[in-house]
């Protein structure tokens, strides 16, 4: 499974939004409806499944997915 794949996986299950929506320019908050709640779930459930330690202020700052990947990169 890819990077994206994962990150995809963890945003669908998160979100309960299907997957087709999921792409790397989609926005967190206005394409997907994510709160700050749910981007804090999102981000932590990365580091667990990447076994990293993102950056706070940065991952706060991500707005799109594809901002999501370039956190793990």
């Given amino acids: ?5 994962r990150v995809q996986a963890i945003i669908v ?4 939004v299907d997957e087709s ?7 967190l908050v206005d394409d997907l409806d994510a709160d700050s709640l749910n981007k804090f779930s999102i981000l932590a459930t990365i ?12 991952s ?9 990947l370039k956190l793990i990169e």
């Fill in 21 to 27: 929506l999921v792409v790397e320019q989609a926005m």
């Fill in 47 to 58: 580091e667990e499944e990447f076994g990293t330690a993102l950056d706070y202020e940065k």
């Fill in 13 to 16: 299950k998160e979100l309960a």
């Fill in 1 to 5: 499974m890819s990077v994206f794949e």
């Fill in 60 to 68: 706060m700052e991500a707005e799109t997915v594809g901002d999501l």
